[in-house]
């Protein structure tokens, strides 16, 4: 829960620049605090993995396989396990079946907040991913590649549709950083939840708190019922630790927006 969570997905049969490019947002990513999860495959996902781990940091591992078998991700699969995990919903000595790999999509979804698709050509499974990443209200990126190329087909297509273009780690991270929660106000030394309509307002100092950014993307939001519900708890976590009522909610970079709880 500390680290946005990214997968990075692609082509089993990336380009050079394919490569060159799941390494780096791997490493960048990792760099600038997000946490990789790979499907270990061959290509651009276990590269991803690989740039993760040359960072220093700890990755997650999806396997569409049992997870007793090793021929998925090799070396970088026993690495990722020992900075990280690798993990399966496939007991060991399971059979292996091809429509694993489009089932695990679910779950890497849904360990993520955002995708990146580095490169995919115009059915790839990258592609299908991208799908159960959005069916699941999950942000998606791409990275662009030169129009003509075949793996660079589905990313693009993915830009056309609306995902966002990135070139690098903190374009995706940049999104979800920390967003202040006005929770209180400081009144003569005195913490209250009250919104201060007083003589005294000028008095008042707000109290902020911060939640990670990537659990609530306020955009278009105008009403305290619209956030997301992590949003939500954790006001009520911290109005039961100030030990009195929070009516009012200011919440944006810049303390933008301020909403009135029901």
């Known amino acids: 829960d500390e680290k946005a969570a990214v997968a990075v997905v692609g082509t089993r049969r990336a380009s050079p620049y394919g490569i060159k490019m799941a390494a780096r947002l791997g490493y960048e990513l990792t760099r600038c605090g997000g946490l990789v999860v790979s499907g270990l495959t061959v290509g651009v996902d276990v590269t991803a993995a690989q740039g993760a781990l040359m960072a220093g940091g700890s990755c997650i591992g999806v396997l569409g396989s049992p997870i007793d078998d090793e021929s998925w991700g090799g070396e970088t699969a026993r690495d990722v396990a020992a900075a990280g995990a690798v993990i399966s919903e496939y007991p060991p000595g399971a059979k292996r079946h091809p429509a694993f790999f489009r089932a695990r999509n679910r779950i890497t979804a849904g360990l993520c907040v955002a995708a990146v698709v580095v490169e995919a050509p115009k059915r790839s499974g990258a592609l299908l991913f991208a799908d159960e990443a959005l069916s699941q209200g999950k942000e998606v990126f791409a990275v662009p590649a030169n129009a003509d190329a075949e793996n660079a087909a589905g990313g693009l297509a993915l830009i056309k549709e609306g995902a966002q273009p990135v070139t690098g780690g903190w374009d ?47 955009s278009g939001i105008r009403r305290y019922e ?17 030990d009195c009522p929070i009516p009012f909610v200011s919440v944006g970079p810049e303390r933008e927006s301020l909403m009135e709880r029901s």
């Open 226 to 242: 619209e956030l997301p519900w992590q949003t939500r708890a954790y006001v009520e976590r911290i109005e039961k630790a100030l």
């Open 172 to 218: 995706v991270l940049s999104g979800f950083a920390d967003i202040p929660v006005c929770v209180g106000y400081r009144l003569d030394g005195r913490v209250t939840g009250d919104f201060p309509y007083t003589p005294a307002l000028d008095r008042c100092e707000p109290v902020y708190e911060t939640m990670p950014g990537w659990q609530c993307d306020i």
